[in-house]
């Protein structure tokens, strides 16, 4: 992989890694690359709710293969709930559907979605509420919890043609989650970026 790696740095390919045990970082270096460090205490980060160029309604489905990685299996009431409330934080924040020059607005943050999920708990009839409450608990920790640390806005900045994404001191149990958003970032990124790249 790694010459694999060189020989594409050689023909002019933009590379991109996504490193979860930290075997890449000394290559990168080595070679001028862009190191991206992705752990809990680090400034770097991405935001779930980012549309990072996508449109809308591909990010609300993207989100709710997310809410399942973070979240565990979910009943189709519970994908039901979050999928609604996806939609109202776009709207608070005036990020609609049929008008793509919203898109470019500043996004929410988990914590727009707990909040929303807090609030439709009050109306919600004592057998709905047991559901809300179970999205609740679910989310708690990426908002209050251990894993707030994604509870931010995006921030990225892609300058080299060689970068490497290092999520080895991620703690394991939220990896999958950071990889999840590494890819679709990642994925994004290459739809819109004509140059050869891997």
């Known amino acids: 992989a790694k010459l694999f790696i060189l020989r594409n740095l050689l023909r002019g390919v933009k590379t991109i890694i996504i490193d979860p045990q930290g075997e890449y970082a000394e290559l990168t270096q080595r070679h001028g690359g862009q190191l991206i460090e992705i752990h809990r205490e680090s400034e770097t980060i991405i935001n779930p709710f980012d549309l990072m160029g996508a449109e809308l309604g591909e990010k609300t489905i993207s989100l709710m293969d997310l809410f399942r990685i973070m979240c565990g299996e979910l009943t189709e009431v519970q994908k039901n709930i979050l999928d609604k409330a996806v939609h109202k934080v776009y709207q608070n924040k005036g990020i609609v559907h049929n008008n793509p020059e919203t898109w470019q607005k500043e996004p929410p943050i988990m914590e727009d979605l707990f909040n929303e999920i807090l609030n439709e708990k009050k109306t919600a ?74």
């Open 125 to 198: 009839t004592r057998q709905e509420r047991m559901t809300y409450e179970a999205l609740e608990n679910r989310l708690r920790i990426y908002v209050h919890g251990s894993f707030s640390f994604i509870n931010k806005q995006t921030n990225l900045d892609l300058t080299n043609d060689l970068i490497c994404f290092n999520i080895a001191n991620m703690p394991s149990q939220i990896k999958p989650v950071m990889m999840y958003l590494i890819m679709d970032f990642v994925h994004k990124k290459m739809q819109k970026d004509r140059e050869r790249k891997a």
